[in-house]
């Protein structure tokens, strides 16, 4: 089992969105998600939200600047499960430094152009819930095969 965060954040109408384009071997290779990370030992999904966002972004995330959106199960192929907590932040600067993210290219996507982007089949899932600010939370299940092929998914959303 693996735990991470994943955060998309929001400022004037557009996302900040990662290009995953530069570890070999990595499972979201060609894909744009949002920012985040797997936990480190003792850390509540808040600590590595705000700690991840800061590395990969050099952003500072505040409390009040961000909302725990929903759940994902991620499997894939024969790999651990992976439970992703999901945000959506939102911050007054579109400043960022270059080349802080290890794993690909950081940029500003307005949020209508989110959904022509090479990404997973499950994000178009969940993606239009925080795209239009649906005030839900939600538990998602996705299964992909080793292809990347969404296989199925199962989906709950809790009215807020």
């Given at each position: ?68 959106k929903g ?39 307005d949020k ?49």
């Open positions: 089992m693996i735990l991470s965060t994943l955060c998309y954040i929001e400022n004037d109408g557009a996302f900040l969105m990662l290009n995953r384009n530069r570890k070999a071997n990595d499972v979201n290779h060609g894909k744009w998600i949002g920012v985040g990370g797997k936990f480190e030992t003792n850390e509540s999904p808040e600590d590595c939200l705000i700690r991840e966002v800061k590395e990969e972004t050099s952003l500072d995330l505040r409390p009040g600047s961000y909302e725990w759940v994902l199960t991620f499997t894939y192929d024969t790999k651990p499960s992976e439970y992703i907590f999901v945000y959506k932040a939102h911050v007054s600067s579109r400043l960022i430094s270059p080349g802080t993210s290890r794993e690909g290219d950081l940029h500003w996507i209508e152009k989110i959904l022509s982007l090479p990404l997973w089949e499950g994000d178009r899932i969940f993606l239009p819930l925080l795209l239009e600010d649906k005030r839900v939370f939600f538990s998602l299940k996705l299964v992909y095969d080793k292809s990347d092929r969404l296989l199925t998914s199962e989906s709950i959303l809790y009215p807020r």
